[in-house]
């Protein structure tokens, strides 16, 4: 039995932003006041902060000297929770977006997973993932 999964697109913009390692949670923790919505990620080579509004890619100075930004995104949610025991999920989405030259940026959580696309991809990627058997719901 083929993977049948419903999927949520918010219809509010995202805004990924990157900063050093080394960035002091001071200066990048404010962008995530009143949002209902972020994701950080920090490794020893980047910190990623997703969030849910429009953020000004003109505005990529105003933090620090190495604070890039990347704004226009849009969310699809896999509805969940999902069970770890669950094989896939991440590479049927993916795979299908990639063979229709649709770029990602993933965040998963405990619970589920959110696929980010580019805005002018979000009705693609939406028809992609009905084609493909998925249900799209848009908030």
Request: proline share 6%; aromatic share 10%; no cysteine.
């Amino acid at each position: 039995m083929a993977m049948q999964l419903q999927l949520e697109l918010d219809s509010l913009p995202y805004t990924i932003h990157r900063f050093s390692p080394a960035t002091p949670a001071s200066v990048y923790l404010p962008l995530i006041d009143g949002q209902y919505w972020y994701s950080i990620t920090k490794t020893s080579e980047e910190i990623s902060l997703v969030i849910s509004h429009n953020y000004p890619e003109s505005s990529s100075t105003l933090l620090t000297p190495d604070h890039k930004i990347s704004s226009g995104w849009r969310t699809f949610k896999v509805a969940g929770p999902l069970d770890f025991s669950i094989v896939g999920i991440m590479a049927n989405l993916s795979g299908a977006l990639a063979k229709n030259s649709i770029s990602v940026f993933v965040v998963s959580t405990y619970d589920t997973d959110y696929i980010l696309v580019k805005e002018e991809s979000a009705l693609p990627a939406k028809r992609v993932f009905e084609e493909i058997g998925h249900s799209v719901q848009i908030l």
